[in-house]
């Protein structure tokens, strides 16, 4: 991969990342109870926000170790290589989706196994 672009996605990850973090302060500082005299419909409406707001921060978090794993992979110049064969991954699939590790083949491979893993335990449901 050119030099180029591999600042370019170091520059989209950083940014990213620091969007993220501002994000997840936003997030924390919502998290905490406050306490205040609620009927049953605000408590009730107080405990989804917190769910969604949970939901929100744990992929915040998972999008946070992607990004930090690609600015590694860039770092250790293994950015843009398959961890599953090895292979280059094709520009386009990294510019759709820059935190990917796999290529195109061993994404696929993976869905099908654990397709086949999800049919396997409905099966065995069944019976």
């Known amino acids: 991969m050119r030099k180029t672009d591999l ?6 990850f950083t940014e990213q990342k620091n969007q993220i973090l501002m994000n997840m302060a936003v997030i924390d500082e919502n998290l905490m109870v ?3 005299d609620k009927d049953e419909v605000d408590q009730a409406n107080a405990d989804i926000e917190q769910g969604i707001r949970m939901q929100l921060k744990n992929r915040e978090n998972h ?5 930090n794993e ?9 950015y843009g290589e ?8 094709e520009f386009k699939r990294l510019q759709a989706r820059p935190t990917t ?14 397709a086949s893993a999800i049919l396997g335990h409905r099966i065995e449901f069944v019976h």
């Open 34 to 36: 406050r306490p205040e």
């Open 7 to 12: 600042l370019r996605f170091k520059k989209i």
């Open 82 to 89: 398959c961890v599953s064969c090895g292979d280059n991954i």
């Open 101 to 114: 590790t796999l290529c195109i083949a061993c994404k696929e491979e993976e869905e099908k196994v654990s």
């Open 63 to 67: 999008t946070l170790r992607s990004i």
């Open 70 to 78: 690609a600015l590694r992979r860039i770092e250790e110049g293994n």
